[in-house]
């Protein structure tokens, strides 16, 4: 019996000494906080200190202040000389790491004097991380730039609701690295848990109604709208709107596609840009005549405005499509009615005349939109009128690539 227990308190014994933070650790921090000799704590901390010591989280701790302080001093050498070569380019990520195992191993750790918290220390990583994580990206390294994202969103997590709004950015360049990867599921995944923050951030929440919207799902495309137009201030909703307008149109409701639109240009009547996307939506929907009324107050703020000139020239475009369908209708029925599908054809044909001016318009503003360019050579072939050289040459130039 005196065995056992003399075996349990040389077990608490072990234990606790085991936890006591090393002397090395004094030395360390020394040489960090008072004499600023950075680059010799870190020598010490990784050649006689952490080896040995990895379950101890004090150390850990000093090490993360260690290599924050690694970073900075060596963006300082750079700065002061740009012939520096960094030669600890992963310190920062190492200090993120060192943080966050502190933390781990002891929840309630505390920093000694001139040593930054373990939860300061991660919030302070976070953000150089995420630019690691972007060059990472712009370098199609995305499993890197995906671990080191993920990194960043751990940090974040130490305060969720204080870092909200930087924790959606972080999760919308995840989910752009799984879209990237072709990873659909992951970027769906991705992007739902940035919705889950409620921040007002239109893009995270449109992007998931594409998502719905390619899967045909209406009932949560109307859900994701209404989270948004709660979550999204109206300074920031023009394109919540618009995409309440592409809603309507998909659920097939004409009349609140109209009421919604004319709500909406109401609403943002003197903004061109704005006017633009009510209009693209009416002449998508067929709504002639209402869209070029629209489309006429624009252009009496902004007559050279490219979108306004171009959003005329479908409406008009669009049109004389509707009537090259009627007249293959009637040229399919049984008999064939040759008379109306004339007529109908030249109706497309004198449309197709007035789409033409706009198209002209719209290409004398801005002669590189190739979808316009595109479709201007063949309103001009089709009425067999000429097509300028350089737009010919335009048309063709994408045929090539």
């Not at 109604?209 to 920031?236: F, H, M, N, W």
């Not at 197709?352 to 001009?380: C, Q, T, V």
């Amino acid at each position: 019996m005196k065995k056992s227990l003399l075996f349990v308190i040389l077990i608490f014994i072990a234990g606790h000494f085991s936890m006591a933070q090393p002397a090395c650790v004094k030395d360390v921090t020394y040489a960090l906080v008072s004499l600023k000799e950075i680059p010799r704590a870190r020598k010490i901390m990784e050649e006689q200190c952490f080896p040995g010591n990895e379950s101890n989280a004090d150390v850990w701790l000093v090490r993360a202040n260690v290599f924050i302080q690694l970073y900075e001093y060596e963006l300082d050498r750079k700065s002061e000389n740009a012939k520096y070569v960094i030669r600890w380019p992963d310190a920062i990520v190492i200090a993120n790491e060192s943080f966050y195992k502190a933390i781990e191993l002891k929840s309630d750790i505390k920093p000694g004097h001139g040593l930054l918290d373990p939860k300061d220390g991660q919030l302070l990583s976070a953000p150089p991380i995420h630019d690691l994580a972007l060059t990472a990206f712009d370098k199609k390294d995305y499993n890197e730039a995906i671990k080191l994202l993920n990194m960043v969103i751990r940090s974040y997590r130490v305060d969720p609701k204080g870092y909200a709004k930087y924790l959606v950015y972080v999760y919308l360049d995840l989910a752009n690295c799984y879209k990237a990867m072709g990873d659909e599921e992951a970027y769906k995944k991705t992007l739902i848990d940035a919705t889950r923050l409620n921040i007002g951030e239109p893009v995270i929440y449109l992007n998931l109604y594409d998502v719905y919207k390619q899967e045909k799902d209406t009932v949560k495309c109307g859900e994701i709208l209404s989270q948004a137009r709660k979550a999204v201030p109206d300074s920031l909703a023009i394109d919540v709107k618009g995409y309440e307008l592409d809603y309507f149109a998909m659920l097939g409701d004409s009349t609140k596609l109209i009421d919604a639109a004319l709500k909406m240009f109401e609403e943002y009547k003197n903004n061109p840009a704005v006017i633009a996307i009510v209009a693209a939506h009416l002449v998508n929907n067929k709504v002639y005549s209402l869209a070029e009324e629209i489309i006429n107050t624009g252009l009496a703020i902004d007559p050279n405005n490219f979108d306004l000139n171009q959003q005329m020239t479908y409406r008009f475009f669009y049109e004389a499509v509707d009537y090259d369908i009627l007249k293959e209708a009637k040229l399919n029925e049984r008999p064939r009615k040759f008379t109306e599908a004339e007529a109908a054809l030249n109706k497309a044909n004198e449309i197709l005349g007035e789409a033409a001016i706009w198209a002209e318009k719209a290409y004398n503003i801005f002669k590189d939109d190739a979808p316009h360019n595109i479709m201007y050579s063949r309103i001009l072939v089709r009425l067999q009128l000429p097509v300028p050289e350089d737009l010919k040459q335009k048309v063709d130039s994408y045929y090539k690539q």
